[in-house]
Protein backbone atom coordinates (compact mmCIF):
# COMPACT_ATOMS: atom_id res chain seq x y z
CA UNK A 1 0.00 0.00 0.00
CA UNK A 2 1.39 3.21 -1.08
CA UNK A 3 -0.35 5.67 0.66
CA UNK A 4 -3.10 5.94 3.80
CA UNK A 5 -5.40 8.55 2.42
CA UNK A 6 -7.49 9.69 5.76
CA UNK A 7 -10.25 10.84 3.92
CA UNK A 8 -11.07 7.70 1.64
CA UNK A 9 -10.62 5.34 4.87
CA UNK A 10 -12.49 5.19 7.82
CA UNK A 11 -10.90 4.09 10.79
CA UNK A 12 -13.99 3.68 13.05
CA UNK A 13 -13.62 0.02 15.02
CA UNK A 14 -9.56 0.07 14.24
CA UNK A 15 -8.30 -0.41 17.74
CA UNK A 16 -4.94 -0.41 19.03
CA UNK A 17 -3.96 -1.76 22.57
CA UNK A 18 -0.98 -0.13 24.19
CA UNK A 19 1.43 -0.94 27.21
CA UNK A 20 0.69 1.73 30.02
CA UNK A 21 4.05 2.80 29.42
CA UNK A 22 3.15 3.86 25.87
CA UNK A 23 0.59 6.51 27.09
CA UNK A 24 0.90 9.13 29.38
CA UNK A 25 -1.29 11.09 31.15
CA UNK A 26 -2.77 13.21 28.80
CA UNK A 27 -6.19 12.59 27.69
CA UNK A 28 -7.78 13.77 23.87
CA UNK A 29 -4.27 13.69 22.44
CA UNK A 30 -3.27 12.74 18.96
CA UNK A 31 0.05 10.77 18.28
CA UNK A 32 1.83 8.03 16.17
CA UNK A 33 2.14 4.51 16.90
CA UNK A 34 3.44 2.86 14.21
CA UNK A 35 3.68 5.28 11.93
CA UNK A 36 -0.06 5.41 12.15
CA UNK A 37 -1.79 8.66 13.72
CA UNK A 38 -4.41 7.59 16.48
CA UNK A 39 -6.94 9.64 18.70
CA UNK A 40 -5.64 8.79 22.41
CA UNK A 41 -8.30 8.33 24.26
CA UNK A 42 -8.22 8.48 28.33
CA UNK A 43 -5.03 7.85 30.25
CA UNK A 44 -2.88 5.78 32.13
CA UNK A 45 -4.99 2.53 32.66
CA UNK A 46 -7.53 3.33 31.02
CA UNK A 47 -6.17 4.55 27.78
CA UNK A 48 -6.93 3.51 24.49
CA UNK A 49 -6.25 4.51 20.82
CA UNK A 50 -8.95 4.65 18.50
CA UNK A 51 -9.32 6.12 15.00
CA UNK A 52 -12.08 8.46 13.88
CA UNK A 53 -15.79 7.53 13.67
CA UNK A 54 -16.95 5.73 10.65
CA UNK A 55 -17.52 2.38 9.21
CA UNK A 56 -15.05 -0.24 9.17
CA UNK A 57 -11.97 0.37 7.37
CA UNK A 58 -11.84 -1.68 3.63
CA UNK A 59 -8.42 -2.75 4.39
CA UNK A 60 -7.04 -4.43 7.03
CA UNK A 61 -6.06 -2.54 9.81
CA UNK A 62 -2.20 -4.05 9.76
CA UNK A 63 -2.09 -3.29 6.69
CA UNK A 64 -2.59 0.57 7.30
CA UNK A 65 -0.62 0.55 10.38
CA UNK A 66 2.89 -1.65 9.21
CA UNK A 67 3.30 -0.54 5.96
CA UNK A 68 1.62 3.31 6.30
CA UNK A 69 4.40 6.20 6.28
CA UNK A 70 1.70 8.49 7.03
CA UNK A 71 1.64 10.58 10.37
CA UNK A 72 -0.68 13.86 11.17
CA UNK A 73 2.77 15.51 10.76
CA UNK A 74 3.29 14.79 6.66
CA UNK A 75 -0.18 14.47 6.24
CA UNK A 76 -0.71 18.04 7.52
CA UNK A 77 2.87 19.43 5.84
CA UNK A 78 1.25 17.82 2.74
CA UNK A 79 -2.25 19.76 3.17
CA UNK A 80 -2.65 23.48 1.59
CA UNK A 81 -3.64 25.93 5.23
CA UNK A 82 -6.48 27.89 3.85
CA UNK A 83 -6.44 29.89 6.90
CA UNK A 84 -4.98 30.07 10.63
CA UNK A 85 -7.56 31.62 13.31
CA UNK A 86 -7.34 31.72 17.23
CA UNK A 87 -9.08 27.86 17.81
CA UNK A 88 -9.14 26.81 14.39
CA UNK A 89 -6.92 26.18 11.33
CA UNK A 90 -8.65 25.36 8.05
CA UNK A 91 -7.24 23.50 5.09
CA UNK A 92 -8.09 22.60 1.95
CA UNK A 93 -10.48 19.78 1.72
CA UNK A 94 -10.12 16.26 -0.46
CA UNK A 95 -12.91 18.42 -2.59
CA UNK A 96 -13.42 21.45 -4.23
CA UNK A 97 -16.19 23.33 -1.81
CA UNK A 98 -14.69 21.35 0.87
CA UNK A 99 -12.64 22.21 3.88
CA UNK A 100 -11.19 20.32 6.70
CA UNK A 101 -11.93 22.37 10.16
CA UNK A 102 -9.08 21.49 12.67
CA UNK A 103 -9.55 22.48 16.15
CA UNK A 104 -6.27 23.60 18.33
CA UNK A 105 -6.21 23.48 22.35
CA UNK A 106 -5.69 27.45 22.07
CA UNK A 107 -7.63 29.51 24.45
CA UNK A 108 -8.01 33.12 23.97
CA UNK A 109 -9.98 35.99 25.42
CA UNK A 110 -10.36 39.59 25.87
CA UNK A 111 -9.41 39.73 22.01
CA UNK A 112 -6.40 37.80 22.97
CA UNK A 113 -4.81 39.85 25.70
CA UNK A 114 -5.29 36.55 27.78
CA UNK A 115 -4.10 33.08 26.38
CA UNK A 116 -3.35 29.59 27.16
CA UNK A 117 -3.10 25.70 25.69
CA UNK A 118 -5.95 23.84 27.42
CA UNK A 119 -5.31 20.11 26.95
CA UNK A 120 -8.35 18.30 25.48
CA UNK A 121 -10.29 21.72 24.53
CA UNK A 122 -10.03 21.20 20.66
CA UNK A 123 -11.24 17.96 21.04
CA UNK A 124 -14.15 18.21 22.97
CA UNK A 125 -15.12 21.61 20.51
CA UNK A 126 -14.73 19.42 17.76
CA UNK A 127 -17.15 16.89 19.44
CA UNK A 128 -19.39 19.10 20.64
CA UNK A 129 -19.87 21.42 17.42
CA UNK A 130 -20.27 17.88 15.77
CA UNK A 131 -23.24 16.86 17.68
CA UNK A 132 -25.05 20.44 17.13
CA UNK A 133 -24.32 20.43 14.09
CA UNK A 134 -25.40 17.59 13.06
CA UNK A 135 -28.69 18.21 15.12
CA UNK A 136 -29.28 21.04 13.57
CA UNK A 137 -28.66 19.79 10.13
CA UNK A 138 -31.21 17.15 10.77
CA UNK A 139 -34.00 19.47 12.03
CA UNK A 140 -33.49 21.11 8.49
CA UNK A 141 -31.35 24.33 9.75
CA UNK A 142 -28.43 24.42 7.28
CA UNK A 143 -25.07 24.18 8.50
CA UNK A 144 -21.23 24.04 6.86
CA UNK A 145 -20.62 20.45 8.54
CA UNK A 146 -20.49 17.57 6.50
CA UNK A 147 -19.10 14.94 8.36
CA UNK A 148 -16.24 14.13 11.62
CA UNK A 149 -12.94 12.96 10.17
CA UNK A 150 -10.93 12.38 13.67
CA UNK A 151 -11.37 13.97 17.23
CA UNK A 152 -9.96 16.93 16.07
CA UNK A 153 -10.70 17.52 12.39
CA UNK A 154 -14.33 17.66 10.68
CA UNK A 155 -15.42 17.97 6.83
CA UNK A 156 -17.12 21.15 6.20
CA UNK A 157 -18.59 23.24 3.25
CA UNK A 158 -16.30 25.90 1.75
CA UNK A 159 -18.28 29.10 2.79
CA UNK A 160 -18.35 33.05 2.40
CA UNK A 161 -18.60 34.27 5.87
CA UNK A 162 -20.53 36.73 6.50
CA UNK A 163 -18.48 39.73 8.11
CA UNK A 164 -21.07 39.64 11.01
CA UNK A 165 -21.30 37.81 14.25
CA UNK A 166 -24.84 36.74 15.42
CA UNK A 167 -24.81 36.81 19.34
CA UNK A 168 -28.06 36.03 20.81
CA UNK A 169 -29.07 36.50 24.49
CA UNK A 170 -31.72 34.73 26.81
CA UNK A 171 -30.60 35.94 29.53
CA UNK A 172 -28.13 39.25 30.38
CA UNK A 173 -24.25 38.81 30.45
CA UNK A 174 -20.63 39.91 29.57
CA UNK A 175 -21.14 42.99 27.39
CA UNK A 176 -24.88 43.32 27.51
CA UNK A 177 -24.40 43.73 31.13
CA UNK A 178 -21.48 45.82 30.98
CA UNK A 179 -23.28 48.29 28.44
CA UNK A 180 -26.47 48.39 29.96
CA UNK A 181 -26.00 48.07 33.27
CA UNK A 182 -28.26 44.84 33.75
CA UNK A 183 -27.14 42.11 36.58
CA UNK A 184 -25.85 39.22 34.94
CA UNK A 185 -28.15 36.39 35.19
CA UNK A 186 -31.20 38.69 34.53
CA UNK A 187 -34.05 36.81 32.12
CA UNK A 188 -34.26 38.78 29.03
CA UNK A 189 -38.16 39.31 28.09
CA UNK A 190 -37.56 38.13 24.87
CA UNK A 191 -34.55 36.61 23.03
CA UNK A 192 -32.28 39.43 22.02
CA UNK A 193 -30.64 39.00 18.40
CA UNK A 194 -27.19 41.48 17.96
CA UNK A 195 -25.07 41.58 15.43
CA UNK A 196 -20.90 42.73 15.67
CA UNK A 197 -18.74 43.58 13.27
CA UNK A 198 -16.22 40.63 12.72
CA UNK A 199 -12.82 43.00 12.95
CA UNK A 200 -10.82 42.19 16.16
CA UNK A 201 -8.51 45.29 15.74
CA UNK A 202 -11.75 47.09 16.60
CA UNK A 203 -12.88 44.59 19.10
CA UNK A 204 -16.16 43.40 17.37
CA UNK A 205 -18.34 46.15 17.57
CA UNK A 206 -21.83 45.93 17.90
CA UNK A 207 -23.69 47.14 14.78
CA UNK A 208 -27.02 48.14 13.99
CA UNK A 209 -28.87 46.86 10.94
CA UNK A 210 -28.45 50.34 9.30
CA UNK A 211 -24.91 49.82 9.57
CA UNK A 212 -25.12 46.52 7.98
CA UNK A 213 -27.28 47.62 5.12
CA UNK A 214 -25.25 50.92 4.67
CA UNK A 215 -21.98 49.50 4.72
CA UNK A 216 -23.49 46.47 2.50
CA UNK A 217 -21.82 43.85 4.98
CA UNK A 218 -25.39 42.45 4.09
CA UNK A 219 -28.58 42.25 2.78
CA UNK A 220 -31.55 43.16 4.34
CA UNK A 221 -32.63 39.95 2.51
CA UNK A 222 -29.63 38.20 4.65
CA UNK A 223 -30.31 39.90 7.90
CA UNK A 224 -33.98 38.70 7.79
CA UNK A 225 -32.60 34.74 7.49
CA UNK A 226 -29.69 35.64 9.86
CA UNK A 227 -32.55 36.62 12.33
CA UNK A 228 -34.69 33.62 11.42
CA UNK A 229 -31.55 31.36 11.40
CA UNK A 230 -30.58 32.39 15.00
CA UNK A 231 -33.76 32.04 15.89
CA UNK A 232 -34.15 28.88 15.11
CA UNK A 233 -30.52 28.20 16.60
CA UNK A 234 -31.78 29.72 19.93
CA UNK A 235 -34.55 26.77 19.86
CA UNK A 236 -33.20 23.83 19.17
CA UNK A 237 -29.50 25.17 21.45
CA UNK A 238 -32.14 25.92 24.70
CA UNK A 239 -34.37 22.99 24.17
CA UNK A 240 -31.97 20.00 24.21
CA UNK A 241 -29.43 21.90 26.34
CA UNK A 242 -32.39 22.22 29.06
CA UNK A 243 -32.12 18.65 28.39
CA UNK A 244 -29.57 18.04 30.41
CA UNK A 245 -29.71 20.93 32.52
CA UNK A 246 -27.89 23.85 31.19
CA UNK A 247 -29.37 26.79 30.31
CA UNK A 248 -27.84 28.50 27.57
CA UNK A 249 -27.80 32.27 28.71
CA UNK A 250 -25.86 33.41 25.51
CA UNK A 251 -24.33 32.39 21.94
CA UNK A 252 -22.29 33.45 18.76
CA UNK A 253 -23.13 32.16 15.59
CA UNK A 254 -21.56 32.89 12.56
CA UNK A 255 -23.19 32.56 9.08
CA UNK A 256 -22.05 32.13 5.77
CA UNK A 257 -23.00 31.63 2.09
CA UNK A 258 -22.95 29.24 -0.35
CA UNK A 259 -23.46 29.28 -3.65
CA UNK A 260 -25.64 26.57 -6.31
CA UNK A 261 -26.21 27.82 -9.64
CA UNK A 262 -27.02 31.85 -9.76
CA UNK A 263 -28.90 30.73 -6.10
CA UNK A 264 -27.24 32.13 -2.17
CA UNK A 265 -28.30 30.31 0.83
CA UNK A 266 -27.35 31.37 4.25
CA UNK A 267 -25.73 28.61 6.21
CA UNK A 268 -24.54 28.31 9.88
CA UNK A 269 -20.58 27.72 9.96
CA UNK A 270 -17.43 28.58 12.12
CA UNK A 271 -18.29 26.28 15.55
CA UNK A 272 -21.29 25.74 18.24
CA UNK A 273 -19.52 24.96 21.40
CA UNK A 274 -18.57 25.88 25.04
CA UNK A 275 -15.89 28.60 23.23
CA UNK A 276 -18.87 30.66 21.89
CA UNK A 277 -21.64 29.89 24.62
CA UNK A 278 -22.86 30.59 27.32
CA UNK A 279 -23.70 27.71 29.56
CA UNK A 280 -25.27 27.82 33.15
CA UNK A 281 -26.23 24.47 35.05
CA UNK A 282 -30.58 24.72 35.66
CA UNK A 283 -29.60 24.36 39.50
CA UNK A 284 -26.33 26.10 40.37
CA UNK A 285 -25.34 27.88 38.40
CA UNK A 286 -22.52 26.69 37.58
CA UNK A 287 -20.79 28.00 34.35
CA UNK A 288 -19.85 25.44 32.02
CA UNK A 289 -18.25 27.84 28.98
CA UNK A 290 -15.15 29.98 28.34
CA UNK A 291 -15.97 32.20 31.59
CA UNK A 292 -14.15 29.36 33.04
CA UNK A 293 -11.37 30.51 31.29
CA UNK A 294 -11.91 34.12 31.36
CA UNK A 295 -12.51 34.53 35.10
CA UNK A 296 -10.14 31.87 35.77
CA UNK A 297 -13.07 30.19 37.53
CA UNK A 298 -11.12 26.34 37.75
CA UNK A 299 -10.48 23.60 34.92
CA UNK A 300 -11.90 25.00 31.24
CA UNK A 301 -11.30 21.12 30.09
CA UNK A 302 -13.55 19.92 33.35
CA UNK A 303 -16.07 22.39 32.42
CA UNK A 304 -16.15 21.38 28.59
CA UNK A 305 -15.88 17.74 29.58
CA UNK A 306 -19.03 18.10 31.81
CA UNK A 307 -21.31 19.67 29.22
CA UNK A 308 -20.26 16.85 26.74
CA UNK A 309 -20.73 13.93 29.68
CA UNK A 310 -23.94 15.17 30.04
CA UNK A 311 -24.86 15.07 26.41
CA UNK A 312 -23.07 11.66 25.83
CA UNK A 313 -20.95 12.52 22.96
CA UNK A 314 -17.57 11.12 24.42
CA UNK A 315 -17.23 7.52 25.10
CA UNK A 316 -17.16 6.35 28.55
CA UNK A 317 -15.89 2.77 27.61
CA UNK A 318 -12.55 2.95 27.05
CA UNK A 319 -10.29 0.14 25.77
CA UNK A 320 -8.75 -2.28 28.14
CA UNK A 321 -5.12 -2.18 28.03
CA UNK A 322 -3.06 -5.41 25.99
CA UNK A 323 -0.07 -5.87 24.17
CA UNK A 324 0.82 -3.50 21.73
CA UNK A 325 -0.56 -5.07 18.87
CA UNK A 326 -2.77 -4.28 16.47
CA UNK A 327 -6.59 -5.82 16.62
CA UNK A 328 -9.71 -6.02 14.30
O1 LIG B 1 -17.81 37.27 25.60
P1 LIG B 1 -17.86 38.73 25.91
O2 LIG B 1 -18.32 39.02 27.30
O3 LIG B 1 -16.60 39.45 25.52
O4 LIG B 1 -18.92 39.32 24.90
P2 LIG B 1 -20.47 39.10 24.80
O5 LIG B 1 -20.93 40.08 23.78
O6 LIG B 1 -21.13 39.15 26.13
O7 LIG B 1 -20.64 37.63 24.21
C1 LIG B 1 -21.89 37.04 24.00
C2 LIG B 1 -21.69 35.59 23.62
O8 LIG B 1 -21.03 35.49 22.38
C3 LIG B 1 -20.83 34.81 24.63
O9 LIG B 1 -21.34 33.50 24.74
C4 LIG B 1 -19.47 34.79 23.97
O10 LIG B 1 -18.74 33.63 24.35
C5 LIG B 1 -19.81 34.78 22.50
N1 LIG B 1 -18.79 35.49 21.71
C6 LIG B 1 -17.92 34.76 20.93
O11 LIG B 1 -18.02 33.53 20.88
N2 LIG B 1 -16.97 35.39 20.18
C7 LIG B 1 -16.86 36.72 20.19
N3 LIG B 1 -15.91 37.30 19.45
C8 LIG B 1 -17.73 37.48 21.00
C9 LIG B 1 -18.69 36.84 21.74
Request: glycine share 8%; proline share 5%; net charge negative.
Amino acid sequence: MSKIDFYHVNYENLVINLEPSMNQNHPFRQDTYFGLTVDVLGAGKNCGLRMARGPLPTCRPSHIAIRGEQSTESHMARRKLVYEGKAKILYEGPEPGTLVQYFKDDATAFNAEKKDIVEGKGVLNNRLSEFFMTGLNTLGIPTHFIKSLNMREQLIRAVEIVPLEVIVRNYAAGTMSKRLGIEEGTALPRPIVEFCLKDDSLGDPLVSEEHIIAFNWASQQDLDDMLALALRVNDFLSGVMYGVGIRVADFKIEIGRVYEGDYQRLIIADEISPDSCRLWDLKTGEKFDKDVFRRDLGSLTDAYAEVARRLGVLPENPVPIGKPTLIN
